[in-house]
C-alpha cells in the first residue's frame, strides 16, 4: 500500500537531514520499535523522502540519518511523479522465498561503491503505514531487494557486510576512501 504522503520528487540544495556514512557508530546500532504513530513521526518520512530525493536514492532507513528508529522510506520509481513512496514503519520479515539471486546494490551511506549482494529472491514483509495501519507486502525485484537492504540497516547491517567478493570490496572501499575495518560480515 503506498504511502499518502506527499513529497515534491526533487533535488533541494540543502536536504533537511544530515547523511551518516560507513564508519559512523550510528549505522550500527539496531534501531529502536517506534510506539508512536503521530505527526511528528510523519514530519520526519517527508525529511526522509526529501534527503532521499535529495541524494538521488530509492531508499533511505531512519539511522542513516541518525535517527534510531524502525522507520524506512523507499521508492522505486522516483522519476515517476505519479508513483507514490512506501513508509514502512516498524517492518518484520514474515517470509523469504527459497530462491536466491545476486544483483548489484549500492547506498547513501557508502556512495559510489556498488557490489553485488546474494538476498532472497521475494519476501513478504509485515509493517505499519504512516498511520499506523497494519499492512502485509509481497515483494520482488527491486522491491523486494530494497526493502531487505533497508531493514538490515535497522539492524545495524551495511550491505557491503553481505559482499561475498572480499578481493572486490576491499578494492571498491580504498577506491572511494572507507575503511575496510567498517566491514562486519554477517556468517
Known amino acids: 500500500m503506498p504511502s499518502s504522503i506527499a513529497v515534491e520528487k526533487k533535488k533541494l540544495k540543502n536536504p533537511p537531514l544530515q547523511l551518516h556514512y560507513l564508519g559512523d557508530r ?52 522516483p522519476e515517476n511523479p505519479d508513483y507514490p513512496p512506501l513508509v514502512l514503519i516498524n517492518p518484520t520479515i514474515k517470509n523469504f522465498s527459497g530462491d536466491i539471486c545476486v544483483a548489484q546494490e549500492g547506498c547513501l551511506s557508502i556512495p559510489n561503491v556498488y557490489l553485488d549482494v546474494k538476498r532472497p529472491e521475494v519476501v513478504e514483509v509485515l509493517y505499519k503505514d504512516e498511520y499506523g495501519r497494519p499492512r502485509t507486502l509481497k515483494a520482488n525485484d527491486l522491491l523486494g531487494r530494497c526493502i531487505q537492504h533497508e531493514m538490515d540497516h535497522l539492524n545495524g547491517v551495511v550491505f557491503v557486510d553481505r559482499v561475498e567478493n572480499s578481493l572486490a570490496l576491499a578494492e571498491e572501499l580504498s577506491k572511494h576512501g572507507f575503511s575496510h575495518q567498517s566491514v562486519k560480515p554477517v556468517a
Open 26 to 77: 550510528v549505522l550500527r546500532q539496531p534501531a529502536k520499535r517506534i510506539t508512536k504513530i503521530d505527526d511528528e513521526l510523519r514530519k520526519l518520512v517527508r525529511q526522509m523522502l526529501q534527503t532521499m530525493y535529495s541524494n538521488d536514492g530509492i531508499g533511505l532507513a531512519a539511522p542513516q540519518v541518525g535517527v534510531n528508529k524502525q522507520l524506512i522510506v523507499i521508492d522505486c520509481e
